[in-house]
């Protein structure tokens, strides 16, 4: 492949001298499984617990400095938030499976014209929700069911994160390319900048100014805002695996449909299990302040406890997407079975955490007793869930990597509108309403998920693997 940095946009590359170095990225598809699959996973873990420790922190600072009404507006607020990061998160998977099997295919040049498609495509997205989401910021708190002492604040918070929302994009844009390239460093870094600059900035504003749900959504904006411009900078000292010049950065309807097929899926998907749980938020928001602000704890801690498993599901899909690109399906599924007997030794640990001490979790984030105690009870259903996802969330990845994102949407919308929002509205109307039988929706969903996607794992076995 033939070179030219001065056609390079500074936000990918920069040339130091006349030499560059290439930075190490891990193939998949040869050699020991375990050990690169670890390797790749590691830094994802770290950056799933910084991005965890992102949120946290705002649900942490606001607890100890501000009231259950601030409270629950930043945890339903954050919930919308968070609901809509996924959507593009799960969108730019269709960029980071292609680089993935363009890797795997020994393919890796024609890298540039996907990334450079998919800029376009992304900054436009963005452009649109900056001045959607301030605008319906009002509707989204009242679909939320937000309590009354809490609906101006909720609203507040919303507006400010909405009117950063192409800093969230250029944020998680960063990660899925690197990802998908089997770099997992660089999104490491890029988290770990913005959760210091939150934490700084929750600091500042929450506990030194007392502006309460406000600075706690300055200080998220800001920090991604920080890091995105950091980021750059390091990106620019790195040399790709392929060419990538300004021609490059246009529509290209054809690499667009592909980036959209594989992505709206998963995107489709993450979003409409997102509203299911809003769903649940809102339900909850309905029977009272303190119930929304333990559920809203209980959101935060459950980030950490299925951070394992969440690691496994990225590492899977640019696993997965390397090995089928090289036709090594039979080490594929390896890398699934690795993925899974790991990711389940660290689910009982979290299951033995979360249903016996709960109580302790919760109280990091709130000092609120009875909001602690509401937080404890919910978080006893999710202890279940943390035996499960370590089979469904691998599976997710595994099926990602495949590229049957389809099946991925359809398991994902079955177990979320078939069974954990009509569990939920069941389990809020028996007397007395229990956070934790409303809350056992979630692993009830989950054991279905898991019988779909071994049914499919049947199918792919006898059709595809020889």
Known sequence: MVEKPNTYPAFFISQKGSKKTMEKRIDFTTGKIVAPLLKFAGPVLLALFLQAMYGAVDLMIVGKFASSADVSAVSTGSQIMMTITNLISSLCMGMTIILGQKIGEKKAG????????????????????????????????????????????????????????????????IGGVFRGIGDSNTPLVTVLIACICNIIGDLILVAGFN?????????????????VIISCALISRKTLPFTLNTKMIRWDSSIIKKILMLGTPIALQDLLVGISFLVILAIVNAIGLTESAGVGVAE???????????????SMSAFVAQNRGAGKMDRA?????????????????????????????SGIFSNDNAVILASADYLKAYAIDC??????????????????????????????????????????????????????????????????CFGCLLFVRKRIIK
């Open 110 to 173: 024609e890298g540039g014209a996907i990334i450079g498609s998919g800029l376009i495509m992304f900054m436009s997205i963005g452009i649109i929700l900056t001045i959607l989401i301030p605008v319906l910021s009002p509707q989204l708190a009242t679909t939320m069911h937000a309590p009354t002492e809490a609906f101006d604040l909720t609203t507040k918070y919303i507006r400010i994160c909405g009117a950063g929302a192409i800093v969230i994009i250029s944020y998680n844009l």
């Open 211 to 227: 502006l309460g749900t406000v600075g706690a959504a300055i200080a998220t904006v800001g920090a991604q805002l920080i890091s």
């Open 300 to 314: 935060k801690v459950c980030a950490f406890i299925m951070l394992v498993p969440a690691a496994f599901m990225q």
């Open 333 to 361: 599924l390896k890398g699934f079975k690795s993925a899974v007997s790991i990711s389940f030794m660290f689910g009982v640990l979290m299951f033995y955490l979360a249903f016996f001490h709960g109580d302790i979790l």
């Open 387 to 452: 035996l499960l996802t370590c089979f469904l969330f691998c599976f997710v990845g595994f099926f990602n990597g495949m590229g049957y994102t389809t099946f991925v949407m359809a398991q994902g919308i079955i177990g979320a509108f078939l069974v954990r929002v009509p569990v939920s509205f069941i389990m809020s109307k028996w007397e007395p309403v229990s956070l934790f039988h409303i809350g056992l929706a979630t692993p009830c969903s989950t054991v279905l998920q898991i019988v779909l």
